[in-house]
């Protein structure tokens, strides 16, 4: 870690590569998305798509037209999905940049079809069918009209319909009872799709966890998400996977106290003995969770010391009981040799998805990794 930084989170972009091979290697028949929404789960979403392209995957997911812009203004021109739209918005740059949109619904059918016509150009869409999520697709009942209407819009020359896709519900068990009936309800939604005249070229269900560990699921097209930054996604099951972020910090103040001293807001925890704080300049605002308070422990030292007291939106203490620290002493918030974000997220009770997400725009990325510096294309990178 750099002697001026406060913080930084350390990607290792090799990493990146190593997860996105090893699922591809785990589909061999079918392609894969990498998704890289929500700036790649807070590790750089410019960056992480170079690697993962660069190592196995040949599609890219995002959630919204802005970020797929995003990464057509940085150069780069791979297919894209993005997913979630309102019949409201402006598709026409999207468009304009061959981007693959999501279509769950009649209304924003015509809207971008509608965007089509204005530019006198066809537009490809994705049509999204809801197999019992209950949340983004179209209802089973909704679905027959959806596909006659995208038909006729192709008729049109509006649209193109490259694909037909759905979400599993259990996102870390995909061999559960809810995966059978999906694929069942998915396989039934293509074969109305193809009746209606429709000749998808991709058809995709699964997740990261999916992908690593039920072949049905694999169609066309597999959807590494949490997969692709390390996280293993299947409870009880190890694949190889490595982490790819590591947060790290600095004390920036390092102070004697007695025993009972009573420490941060409500003074939640007293110290127990004589000893020493530490104070680290990391809070919820930088995505160490408030909820995690009295939980959470980081490494200093190469010893784990518990968080003293609530996490605060810029800092958080920690009872270093009577070992010795420096002001200035490197801190291992998540991953490395410090605490796992499985931990973090069982610490504060969500998923790892949400710690990762979290991590806020005042943290530093940092990018390493000797296969894939030459991606960077002036990113920050030591190899």
């Not at 769950?104 to 089509?116: F, G, M, N, Q, T």
């Not at 969770?289 to 003293?308: Q, T, Y």
């Not at 990325?365 to 030591?382: K, N």
């Amino acid at each position: 870690m750099r002697e001026n930084a406060l913080a930084e989170a350390v990607v290792d972009l090799d990493a990146i590569a190593h997860n996105t091979e090893l699922i591809a290697r785990a589909a061999p028949t079918a392609a894969v998305m990498a998704v890289v929404k929500a700036d790649a789960f807070g590790h750089g979403m410019v960056p992480v798509a170079r690697a993962a392209l660069a190592h196995g995957a040949s599609w890219l997911g995002v959630a919204t037209s802005a970020e797929a812009l995003q990464l057509r203004a940085a150069g780069i021109g791979a297919p894209l999905l993005s997913w979630v739209h309102s019949p409201h918005e402006d598709f026409r740059a999207a468009i304009l940049a061959d981007v693959d949109l999501s279509v769950s619904s009649p209304e924003v059918l015509d809207a971008i079809s509608s965007c089509a016509a204005e530019l006198g150009v066809r537009a490809t869409i994705q049509l999204k069918i809801d197999t019992g999520l209950s949340r983004s697709g179209a209802a089973e009942s909704d679905w027959p009209a959806l596909v006659r209407r995208a038909r006729q819009l192709e008729r049109d020359s509006l649209v193109r319909v490259r694909g037909v896709w759905s979400h599993l519900i259990s996102a870390d068990d995909p061999g559960g009872a809810h995966t059978a009936d999906q694929i069942e309800r998915f396989d039934l939604a293509v074969a109305a799709a193809r009746a209606a005249g429709l000749d998808p070229e991709l058809c995709h269900l699964a997740n990261s966890a999916a992908a690593l560990d039920a072949p049905r699921t694999h169609y066309d097209l597999v959807r590494p998400g949490i997969g692709l930054y390390g996280v293993e996604p299947v409870a009880g099951k190890v694949f190889g996977l490595r982490t790819a972020l590591t947060l790290r910090a600095r004390t920036i103040l390092v102070k004697d106290v007695p025993a009972g001293t009573g420490v941060s807001y409500g003074h939640d925890h007293t110290t127990v003995q004589d000893g020493r704080l530490a104070l680290v300049p990391l809070g919820y605002a930088d995505g160490v969770p408030r909820s995690a308070s009295g939980r959470g422990e980081v490494l200093i030292g190469g010893r784990r010391h518990p968080i003293a007291g609530r996490i605060a939106m810029d800092q958080f203490v920690v009872d270093l009981g009577q070992h010795a620290a420096h002001v200035g002493a490197e801190v291992v918030v998540i991953g490395g040799d410090g605490p796992a974000v499985t931990e973090w997220a069982r610490w504060a009770g969500t998923l790892p998805h949400e710690i990762y997400t979290g991590i806020g725009s005042r943290v530093t990325r940092r990018y390493t990794g000797h296969r894939t510096a030459h991606l960077l294309f002036g990113e920050t990178c030591v190899a």
